[in-house]
């Protein structure tokens, strides 16, 4: 699932909400860099995957550095569409972004 930009925007108050206080590592799955930046704003480190060829260069633009796959390592918290696919991502919290912009947290 691809949300548009405009929805992944607005649902960052919620995000950070849920993220709570950094510092934090971030990792933004299947959304193209959207909340990147003002996760990193927040103070977060961030990284991006992006999944989507169509959507990768994007994502980098966005980003400044994006990969196509989660590395192994393990996050604090993991930020993707509800329906996006978590395999391969390691983190502590899983945050759900469903198409009507509202935010599942799963532990």
């Given at each position: 699932?691809?949300?548009?930009?405009?929805?992944?925007?607005?649902?960052?108050?919620?995000?950070?909400e849920l993220?709570?206080?950094?510092?934090?590592?971030?990792?933004?799955?299947?959304?193209?860099?959207?909340?990147?930046?003002?996760?990193?704003?927040?103070?977060?480190?961030?990284?991006?995957?992006?999944?989507?060829?169509a959507l990768?260069?994007?994502?980098?633009?966005?980003?400044?550095?994006?990969?196509?796959?989660?590395?192994?390592?393990?996050?604090?918290?993991?930020?993707?569409?509800?329906?996006?696919?978590?395999?391969?991502?390691?983190?502590?919290?899983?945050?759900?972004?469903?198409?009507?912009?509202?935010?599942?947290?799963?532990?």
């Amino acid at each position: 699932m691809s949300l548009p930009p405009a929805l992944a925007a607005s649902a960052t108050p919620r995000i950070l909400e849920l993220l709570g206080p950094p510092p934090g590592r971030i990792l933004e799955l299947g959304f193209a860099g959207i909340l990147a930046e003002p996760l990193r704003l927040a103070g977060f480190d961030v990284t991006v995957v992006e999944p989507d060829p169509a959507l990768l260069a994007r994502a980098r633009e966005r980003a400044g550095t994006a990969l196509p796959e989660p590395p192994p390592e393990r996050f604090d918290a993991l930020v993707a569409p509800a329906d996006a696919d978590l395999r391969g991502a390691d983190a502590d919290r899983v945050l759900l972004v469903a198409r009507d912009g509202s935010v599942a947290l799963r532990r």
